[in-house]
């Protein structure tokens, strides 16, 4: 769940001014410093195009971003829950442990109760908190010159092969596969609706996916077997060019995408993704409407399998196809990411038509 975010201003000047009526209602997350925090935080205000707001501190988390060491915007969401608050204690005090059910059961909680005051609290799980932080720690590792094994252990893995295992289902790949120096880059970015994963050598950007897109680890596989293993964690210019632009899109201030993009695909599936390029912000198309535009009225099927296949999310705006009859079909992102997206655009749908 997330703020309307036609009014992210109204937001920021309540940052702006320590709005104390937001304390348990908003968050900011920094994209220049990667923390999250209370609007009422004493801490020097951000700027404007670094800050991002979210509804629940689970959506802040699963953004990438970590709590503020200076407001604790956790623990003052959990304020007066004694079970939370103690398991909080708890997990700040050992980040790098692997949680289960049992060790709650151990300190004296029962595993449902605490299920509900976490999701109740924070819109995700106590187990969930702790794998994010865990894997957010491997993560930071793995991008500087830490070991694989290195990584293993901040994780609060004591085995390689439980560590592979879990990174395997995040991103699709074993930490040893990942190279040093390599070609394509991979890094996480965060926007309004989540955490995004983009791809890009130092020219083109080669994938860009919300982070729990079912299908992103078969893509990354892909895209990490094509380059031959040459597929590493680090930052390159293009992923701050999207970082940018998706913050203006999300502000409501440009839904023109001006990238550099490395397709991949069929000569067939290329010129889908050229269609969708070409739907503008605020409307939307059929499958048969696209079907018809690249001059392949019988390939309604293909269309939408070439639809499915794009891995460019938002830059090739692959939401903006619905099924014949107006309803929403399928996307990687999820059916409420594509509603959110379809209603923010009507705003540059009004704005073009003044």
Known sequence: MMFDFAKPDSLYDALLARDAAYDGRAWVGVSSTGVFCRLTCPARKPKRENCTFFESVGACLEAGYRPCKRCHPIGAAADGDPVVTSLLTALRADPARRWTEAGIAALGYDPSTVRRAFKRHFGMTFLDMARHERLRIA??????????????????????RAFREAFARHLGLRPSDLARDARLQ????????????????????????????????????????DAKGNLGLGRTEPMDNVSRQLAD?????????????????????????????????????????????????DAVRAVARANGANRLAIVVPCHRVI????????????????????????HFARKDTR
């Open 139 to 160: 993560a930071k590792t793995l991008r500087g010159e830490g070991r694989v094994i290195d990584a293993q252990f901040e994780a609060g893995y004591d085995g390689p």
């Open 249 to 297: 899109y999300f502000a409501g201030q440009n839904a023109r995408f001006d990238l550099p993009l490395a397709w991949g695909g069929t000569a067939f599936m290329a010129a889908v993704w050229a269609e969708l390029q070409c739907i503008p912000a605020g409307q939307t198309r059929s499958y048969t409407d696209i079907a018809r535009a690249i001059g392949r009225p």
């Open 186 to 225: 991979a890094d996480y970015l965060d926007t309004p609706l989540g955490a995004m994963v983009a791809v890009a050598d130092h020219r083109h950007l080669y994938l860009l996916e919300f982070a729990d897109r079912p299908a992103l680890p078969r893509e990354l596989k892909s895209l990490w077997r």
């Open 323 to 346: 099924g014949a009859d107006g309803a929403l079909t399928g996307y990687g992102g999820g059916l409420w990411r594509k509603q959110k997206l379809i209603e923010l655009e009507q």
